[in-house]
């Protein structure tokens, strides 16, 4: 509070600068039966977990900053009259515009690009994602380009450079995009993300991803498509060769919204010379191969045979404070799989079906309601994936609350 009082009075020179404070309140009750793994005959789970976060945002001429505190917690996680800290910085970021078309951005900041896809905030769950990193941003007649990088390190060192956290150590990124007409919209994007050998000190295995993603609207049909290789060096010294692949088409008709696309992650059989398994680095998969979260660590979470997700999806938004949508989803491997010491193979790709309602009351700019419901339906083949009774029934669901004025402290003119 001292500091943001300061902010306040203090005088500034500036054209036009602008204060923002963004509290943010998002608490969320949770019933799980089979959310991320199969029942496993013990009761379900009931909680409500709580996002609290602060940004702050300040913009001043060719300069701008953002710094956002939260703190995430399960309610009842803490011992009453017990001090225990827990409040993180999700963002602290300055950007300075060099020029009217160029921009560098330093620190902790969220990366998201292609709707998340490969790169995402991960916004559903409440901690979310953030990277600590650089990112130059160009715009130049109808050009959009962005540059970023990261480089990892566990604490100040005096001699080398060993990382031993699980994450990457470097990072980076080469965004563009382009409108065509009014029509079509290209975007590539190539993502090198680097991680300590095991064996060496200083030895950094790179993995390569690449690839195009396109929009093209016209009237109320909008088809997208995306592909995208990934090369490079895995963990376990092969070399990788893996894709990913969508199609997608959607119909409007007000108040509904109809949308079937597939989406095909490569996987791997057996001990091949290569990994042929996809790996969706660092995207918002909770978006995208379903609400139940069976698939948010791909490969992982098919033992590398990747995943055919087919899927339909349905919204109606009567009037703009309500919206409903139903979504299917048909799961299946990309490639059988072979028994291991705890898990047997499979004989049949399909893993089971999946469906999400979802219904979102906007109160107003500032609140939002939801409720939602998803059951999973798995086929025998699920069992070699995740532990716990396929043939049991599976279901999630929750009510949310999102609380979240912007609110402008303070504006400022030159005189």
Not at 342 to 355: F, H, N, Q, V, W
Request: hydrophobic share 40%.
């Amino acid at each position: 509070m001292l500091l943001l009082s300061v902010l306040l009075w203090l005088p500034i020179e500036a054209a036009r600068a602008q204060l923002y404070l963004t509290p943010q309140v998002r608490p969320r009750a949770e019933w799980r039966n089979g959310y991320q793994t199969l029942p496993t005959g013990d009761r379900g789970a009931f909680f409500v977990n709580q996002r609290s976060r602060l940004t702050l945002d300040y913009k001043q001429d060719n300069m701008q900053t953002r710094f956002s505190l939260q703190d995430v917690r399960v309610w009842g996680d803490e011992p009453h009259l017990k001090d225990i800290p827990s409040t993180a910085i999700h963002e602290a970021w300055g950007e300075v515009a060099l020029s009217d078309k160029l921009a560098i951005r330093l620190g902790r900041q969220e990366l998201v690009y292609n709707n998340d896809r490969l790169l995402g905030n991960v916004d559903w769950v409440q901690q979310a994602r953030s990277h600590d990193g650089v990112l130059l941003k160009a715009r130049w007649q109808g050009l959009s380009l962005d540059a970023g990088g990261a480089f990892n390190q566990e604490k100040e060192a005096l001699f080398d450079t060993r990382y031993g956290m699980n994450n990457y150590k470097a990072l980076g990124f080469l965004w563009a995009q382009k409108q065509l007409g009014d029509r079509l919209t290209v975007s590539a994007l190539h993502i090198s993300d680097g991680f300590q050998r095991p064996d060496t000190v200083g030895g950094v295995y790179f993995r390569h991803t690449y690839g195009l993603d396109l929009s093209y609207r016209q009237e109320q049909v909008q088809f997208n498509g995306s592909l995208y290789r990934q090369s490079g060096e895995h963990g376990s010294g092969k070399r990788i060769d893996a894709y990913l692949a969508v199609a997608e088409v959607a119909y409007a008709m007000q108040p509904f919204r109809f949308t079937i696309g597939t989406t095909y992650l490569s996987g791997m059989a057996g001990n091949e010379r290569k990994v042929r398994s996809f790996n969706t680095l660092y995207a918002t998969n909770h978006k995208f191969y379903g609400l139940m979260d069976y698939f948010i660590n791909v490969p992982t979470d098919t033992r590398q045979g990747g995943l055919h997700n087919t899927y339909l999806k349905a919204s109606f938004n009567p009037v703009s404070r309500y919206s409903l949508s139903l979504d299917y989803h048909y799961f299946a491997l990309a490639s059988n799989l072979n028994a291991t010491e705890t898990l047997p193979a499979t004989d049949k790709r399909y893993l089971g079906s999946e469906i999400d309602a979802v219904l979102q009351y906007k109160h107003s700019d500032q609140i939002q309601f939801f409720v939602g419901y998803s059951s999973l339906f798995a086929g025998q083949s699920m069992g070699a994936i995740k532990p716990g009774n396929a043939s049991a029934y599976a279901d999630w669901g929750w009510v949310m609350v999102n609380i979240q004025p912007r609110i402008l402290l303070k504006a400022f003119d030159k005189e």
